[in-house]
T-cell receptor, first 115, second 109 residues
Framework: DMKVTQMPRYLIKRMGENVLLECGQD?????MYWYRQDPGLGLQLIYISYDVDSNSEGDIPKGYRVSRKKREHFSLILDSAKTNQTSVYFC??????????????FGSGTRLLVI | GQQVQQSPTSLVLQEGENAELQCNFSTSLNSMQWFYQRPGGSLVSVFY???GTKQSGRLTSTTVIKERRSSLHISSSQITDSGTYLC???????????FGKGTSLVVHP
């Protein structure tokens, strides 16, 4: 069953703690994404990864970093979490983006609360 | 960067009525994708249409690049169509998709 798996599904962290969000896919997709979704702001791209160690900033990269050491795994790291990073985080993967066969697949999301 | 506007923000229909969702974008695009999201749920791609008109079942999408707009038409709406529909044009050489804020659709029996 082709899918994108996000862990954990729910997470509560204190301000200043480090946060690691994990994402895995079993489709050998080259491209992977991290988004956050907030009411009124929609879905915003944090980082995009075109393959292993080939990462590019999205629209809101400040306060985040990513790691992709294997094609099937893409991590989002928040160093010293802030309360304004409370959000729902979605990971996604695709084949060549912008094509009919892009096969965009989203994970179920991680709900992060920073207190 | 790409600016995306979706309208209407929300739409309430009776089962069987048709829905017309609009997406306007500010710059030329490589592709246009429409996604469906259940409340509190993940996103599922429902349509890929970079130009012209395409139909799949009860869904029809029309993208007019020159006018910088795309639409998603849902015919004979069903209760299970309820949710949020987001458009995501992709532009530029880096193919980064930009999402609109979505149209929330509620279909009543």
């Amino acid at each position: 069953d082709m899918k994108v798996t996000q862990m954990p599904r729910y997470l509560i962290k204190r301000m200043g703690e480090n946060v690691l969000l994990e994402c895995g896919q079993d489709m050998s997709h080259e491209t992977m994404y991290w988004y956050r979704q907030d009411p009124g702001l929609g879905l915003q791209l944090i980082y995009i990864s075109y393959d292993v160690d080939s990462n590019s900033e999205g629209d809101i990269p400040k306060g985040y970093r990513v790691s992709r050491k294997k094609r099937e795994h893409f991590s989002l790291i928040l160093d010293s979490a802030k309360t304004n990073q409370t959000s729902v985080y979605f990971c996604a993967s695709s084949l060549i983006p912008g094509t009919a066969n892009s096969d965009y697949t989203f994970g179920s999301g991680t709900r992060l609360l920073v207190i | 960067g790409q600016q995306v506007q979706q309208s209407p923000t929300s739409l309430v229909l009776q089962e069987g009525e048709n829905a017309e969702l609009q997406c306007n974008f500010s710059t030329s695009l490589n592709s246009m994708q429409w996604f469906y999201q259940r409340p509190g749920g993940s996103l599922v791609s429902v349509f890929y249409n970079p130009s012209g008109t395409k139909q799949s079942g009860r869904l029809t999408s029309t993208t007019v690049i020159k006018e910088r707009r795309s639409s998603l038409h849902i015919s004979s709406s069903q209760i299970t169509d309820s949710g949020t529909y987001l458009c995501a044009p992709t532009s530029g050489g880096n193919y980064k998709p930009t999402f609109g804020k979505g149209t929330s659709l509620v279909v009543h029996p």
